[in-house]
């Protein structure tokens, strides 16, 4: 396959260290996430697991081509930054392999963006609660709406975002497949199914 840009991995290894008392099982704080940096065209991939295993990264553009890949070996958890500078604009998948499980985050790249990498990701040790985190430099208007399993709207705000901002929405009462769709302060939005 032929390889669309070479992606200047820094190569930054260290174990994800996630505090928690003994009340938490293995499979609790298992996953991943995807950070966008302050530094442009820069995402962070956090990873942790219960088990040391050979985990492979691979990420794929929109076409799900294959565009890098790397294996890291006998690890349970690591840091790692890729650079998306080489890269054309749009949106990519970050996928992880252990052996075990396959996990996967979306990101959009944008050079010289402006508006705020927003990520939302259920929490695993809390039923019906999901995290809304947005990163990013500067100030930026943002609508976020909340919708249930028949796309009927439950919740909308709209916030002020300066620099960072995460929110914890209790959605407990709600059966069935949830959506948020966040609206930036250009027109553009984006909208995560869980």
């Known amino acids: 396959m032929k390889k669309l840009f070479t992606i200047s991995a820094i190569v930054l290894f260290s174990t994800v260290v996630f505090a928690g008392g003994t009340a938490l099982s293995p499979k609790s704080i298992s996953g991943i996430a995807v ?9 962070k991939v956090y990873y ?4 040391t ?5 691979t990420i794929l553009n929109d076409k799900d081509q294959e565009v890098f890949t790397e294996t890291i070996r006998k690890v349970n958890g690591f840091i790692r930054p890729y650079s ?11 996928r992880i392999e252990d052996g075990t499980t396959v996990q996967a985050e979306k990101v959009e790249y944008r050079s010289g963006e ?3 990498l927003i990520q939302v990701r259920k929490l695993l040790t809390e039923d019906g609660k999901y995290l809304l985190t947005a990163t990013g430099k500067g100030q930026e208007n943002i609508t976020i709406n909340i919708y ?6 439950l919740y909308t705000e709209s916030r002020l975002v300066k ?14 497949a949830i959506s948020f769709e966040v609206v ?4 553009s939005s984006q909208k995560l199914n869980y």
């Open 163 to 176: 620099d960072t901002f995460a929110t914890v929405y209790n959605l407990s009462k709600v059966k069935g």
């Open 48 to 51: 942790k697991a219960a088990e």
């Open 84 to 94: 998306f500078n080489n890269l054309s604009e749009g949106m990519y998948t970050i």
């Open 114 to 116: 402006i508006e705020k």
């Open 184 to 187: 930036h302060s250009n027109g």
């Open 53 to 57: 295993a050979n985990v492979k990264v």
């Open 148 to 153: 249930n399993p028949t796309d009927q709207l």
């Open 35 to 43: 950070v966008k940096s302050p530094v442009s065209g820069l995402f």
